[in-house]
């Protein structure tokens, strides 16, 4: 097709959208200046360059985005792949063209490593430009969806890598956005790059061939169309046999072939909602019902602002059929999702927006409550699966307003998710009526209502509680806000204290030039920062004398001095869980690399002023040092059954299905908390890289012997 024929397209989509003659001019421009732009440009597969930003701005009209979306595709482009800049952007199209493209452009570089930390990584930059505007992500959906189309100009590797990245990090977000129309077609797509051989095994055992499947299809089609006539029903109508990526996920959460019932899908579109129901009716007398399989989800939406009926009828030749009937504004929100916001917004209900709203929201909540966790990648990864890919619940206020929460939530996470204040003075809940605990765990349409006290404060204990990461994080500022205060009386007591030892007059110890010198030396921010490194006891107040008075020894030779120096006390009252050469009083903290747990051959190393690390004498970071290594050992007088510590395996299988379910079932069977747990595929193969909590190094090996008896499993590692 000739590109001005493509192009025409375009614009015949843009003016059925209803964009206005200055909308449409814009999109013209920006065209004719992308078509400029990529002249004589060529992409990996031979095609003219302009097809893909061309192809996109289709992609995303046909979602009814805005104007601004389609131009902003069309010229998204320019910066790497043209002369354009951003200046240049927004002089001819606009600021909303150019921050579009700004961080359209940021997330295009980014790339997805084959490793938990870096998909953690990457979807946390997804999220932060989700964060600025959803627009961005509708684009990188779209152009991704045309990559994947076309990119049998790429090295096999490279194809299956864009797929493993589309699967892991792009699909989860079209999920929640409610994006099927892109959703389900990239994961049909990758799932064909990253297991060729199960789709193929999965395309073999349809019932019936794909062609034969269509054919009675439309078979059904004609009936149930002729029925429609009769009645005077406007109606538009599709048929779908189901895609491989669907099957397969079916099949991989335990279902039988014989317990999936819309292998066949039907899809009656309507005009009114009165209609819906006459239509199911109608559709009823045609085919036998499947009994249990009939769902109103127009008089109970579901929290997404998903609105439709289905049914299961038995088709011809028995073949067990979906059916789904809505009318045509609830199919533009099923397909389009957040997408059609735009286009959409003076329909949309009241909670439709709320909903949406919230979607964004949750985005962004979950980046702000990692915001200070930058290197903790796994509790990262940990908070997107719990909160965005898990299952949700759509709970109401009293007034009606409709609020998603993960599955598991509880009045608190209720209560922050309507706003800090109302959680921070949270006394109780009424749930449909009747006075529960605040660990009650919400279920689907609940009404909740919460009391509040205005001299109420939140309680630590609230953090075993909640579910979702951003109550979590409200409720751990508010206690380090607390502590942080205390921290810093506490450190300014310990440094005047040592002062007064010395004989130094505080006054002049303390006098700004002093306290600027501090600042200084130790990169803090400012003075209180300084008193809050004594108080947490990353800095002793004899270091910091010494660094004032210019003592030349460093903190970490301080501690060593002191380590040495100490005599055992003939009475062990040690109060951290490890030993260091009789001193109760130095930070200790357990390596993050290695992760021992209680019964480890363990060592100490003393840091560059954050006291003393332990790791396990093997561990690759310190087993070939010859100084700072100090010997400790574990307190066994605070040995208790309620102390656990983590630890981290790789798991290698030979299986190419998640058994997920398999690897915490032996966990819990041991009394073994697996706290996260990530699938990552490799050369079709699946590993796992799992966090547990365990008592001891005897529980662990038991528990990594449990695994190893699994068929599935050909090889544990711990680090």
């Known amino acids: 097709m000739k590109m001005e024929d493509k192009f025409n397209e375009l614009i015949e989509l843009c003016t059925d959208n209803g964009y206005t003659e200055s909308e449409i001019k814009l999109i013209r421009d920006a065209y004719q200046y992308a078509l400029v732009q990529h002249e004589g440009m060529k992409r990996k597969n031979g095609e003219e360059y302009i097809v893909h930003p061309l192809t996109v701005a289709q992609i995303v009209a046909s979602l009814n985005t805005d104007a601004v979306t389609v131009a902003s595709a069309l010229v998204h482009e320019t910066i790497d792949h043209g002369s354009s800049s951003f200046e240049k952007l927004q002089e001819l199209f606009g600021e909303d063209v150019k921050n579009i493209v700004v961080s359209l452009t940021k997330v295009n570089r980014l790339h997805l490593l084959d490793s938990s930390e870096s998909s953690s990584l990457y979807l946390r930059k997804v999220l932060v430009a989700l964060s600025e505007d959803v627009r961005v992500i509708i684009l990188k959906l779209a152009g991704r969806l045309h990559n994947l189309r076309t990119?049998?100009?790429?090295?096999?590797?490279?194809q299956k890598q864009k797929a493993l990245e589309t699967w892991n990090v792009l699909i989860p977000i079209a999920h929640r956005l409610g994006i099927n129309q892109l959703k389900s077609e990239l994961e049909d797509l990758s799932f064909r790059y990253l297991k060729p051989e199960v789709y193929q095994d999965i395309e073999n055992e349809l019932p019936a061939p794909r062609e034969e499947l269509q054919d009675i299809l439309t078979e059904m089609l004609d009936k149930i169309a002729e029925v429609l006539r009769d009645n005077n029903i406007t109606y538009e109508m599709k048929g779908?046999?189901?895609?491989?990526?669907?099957?397969?996920?079916?099949?991989?959460?335990?279902?039988?072939?014989?317990?999936?019932?819309d292998i066949l899908g039907i899809r009656v579109i309507c005009e009114e909602v009165s209609d819906c129901y006459l239509i199911i009716g109608l559709i009823h007398s045609l085919f036998r019902p499947i009994p249990k399989r009939f769902k109103d989800y127009i008089a109970m939406p579901k929290g997404n602002s998903y609105q439709s009926l289905h049914t299961g009828v038995f088709g011809i030749n028995g073949y067990p059929i979906e059916v789904q009937v809505r009318t045509k504004d609830m199919n533009e929100i099923a397909e389009h999702g957040v997408a059609s916001h735009w286009s959409y917004k003076e329909k949309n209900s009241k909670n439709i927006q709320n909903v949406m709203e919230q979607k964004l929201q949750m985005f962004r909540n979950i980046i702000e409550a990692n915001s200070d966790d930058v290197a903790d990648d796994d509790t990262f990864m940990g908070n997107i699966e719990d909160e965005l890919l898990s299952s949700t619940i759509y709970v109401f206020t009293p007034k009606g307003d409709v609020v998603e929460l993960p599955a598991g939530s509880t009045p608190i996470d209720f209560a922050y998710r309507i706003h800090s204040r109302v959680g921070e003075t949270t006394i109780g809940a009424i749930v449909n009526d009747q006075m529960v605990s605040l660990d009650y765990k919400l279920n689907d349409n609940d009404i909740v209502k919460i009391m509040t006290d205005k001299n109420s404060t939140p309680n630590k204990d609230w953090l075993n509680i909640v579910k979702t990461a951003s109550a979590r994080a409200k409720i751990k500022a508010y206690f380090s806000k607390q502590d942080k205060e205390e921290y810093i009386n506490r450190g300014r007591g310990l440094l005047e204290r040592e002062l007064r030892r010395q004989k130094i007059a505080i006054a002049d110890a303390l006098s700004l030039e002093h306290q600027e010198k501090l600042i200084k030396d130790l990169k803090c921010g400012s003075f209180e920062e300084v008193l809050l490194s004594i108080g947490s006891l990353?800095?002793?107040?004899?270091?910091?004398?010494?660094?004032?008075?210019e003592d030349k020894k460093n903190v970490q030779d301080l501690l060593l001095d002191k380590v040495m120096t100490s005599v055992p006390p003939t009475k062990i009252n040690y109060k951290n869980d490890i030993i260091v050469s009789g001193c109760d009083d130095i930070l200790v903290n357990l390596a993050s690399c290695c992760k021992p747990v209680l019964g480890d051959d363990i060592i100490g190393y003393i840091t560059k002023g954050q006291g003393i690390t332990v790791h396990k004498r093997d561990c690759i970071n310190v087993r070939d040092m010859q100084t700072r290594l100090i010997d400790v050992s574990w307190n066994m007088n605070l040995v208790s059954d309620d102390k656990q510590y983590v630890a981290k395996l790789t798991i290698e299988t030979n299986a190419l299905k998640s058994n997920i379910l398999d690897i915490v079932t032996k966990a819990t069977v041991r009394g073994i908390v697996v706290s996260n747990i990530s699938e990552i595929s490799r050369n079709y193969v699946i590993y796992y890289d799992v966090l547990v909590k365990v008592k001891c190094k005897d529980d662990l090996e038991l528990f990594i012997d449990d695994l190893s008896n699994l068929t599935f499993i050909t090889k544990v590692k711990r680090y």
Request: aromatic share 12%; no cysteine; net charge positive.
């Open 151 to 158: 990119n049998e100009g790429l090295s096999k590797e490279k």
């Open 240 to 261: 779908r046999v189901k895609s491989t990526s669907s099957l397969h996920n079916k099949l991989s959460n335990g279902k039988k072939w014989s317990e999936i019932y």
């Open 538 to 549: 990353r800095y002793t107040p004899i270091y910091i004398v010494n660094l004032l008075y």
